[in-house]
Nanobody
Framework: QVQLVESGGGLVQAGGSLTLSCAAS????????MGWFRQAPGKEREFVGG????????SYLDSVKGRFTISRDRAKNTVNLQMTSLTFEDTAVYYC?????????????????WGQGTQVTVSS
């Protein structure tokens, strides 16, 4: 069992930046592909970005490419999502998730472990 906890959410003005962090308790995140998802009110949960087990591959939602960066900190056993140039449309609850699958899957169904989420609100 992998327990994930997100942190770093909050309120930020449009154009600002936030860095979200996902920490695991009890187990290393190294064997897992890690993904970040988000869910806005009334919308389905969508893939934002992911990083492979080896950290050699990343994948992003088209609308966040060039603005968001996902990375691993193996020493701290965390996965981070650096978000810049935030817009109102980025407002959502952000979740980190772990997958034992190959590559960087983009489907919710491929991720077995989920955090509780952290709210990101971008004021316009």
């Amino acid at each position: 069992q992998v327990q994930l906890v997100e942190s770093g959410g909050g309120l930020v003005q449009a154009g600002g930046s936030l860095t979200l962090s996902c920490a695991a308790s009890g187990r290393t995140l190294s064997p897992y592909t890690m993904g970040w998802f988000r869910q806005a009110p009334g919308k389905e949960r969508e893939f934002v970005g992911g990083i492979s087990r080896s950290s050699t591959s990343t994948s992003y939602l088209d609308s966040v490419k060039g603005r968001f960066t996902i990375s691993r900190d193996r020493a701290k056993n965390t996965v981070n999502l650096q978000m810049t140039s935030l817009t109102f449309e980025d407002t959502a609850v952000y979740y980190c998730a772990a997958s034992a699958g190959i590559g960087v899957p983009r489907s919710v169904a491929n991720y077995a472990y989920w955090g509780q989420g952290t709210q990101v609100t971008v004021s316009s």
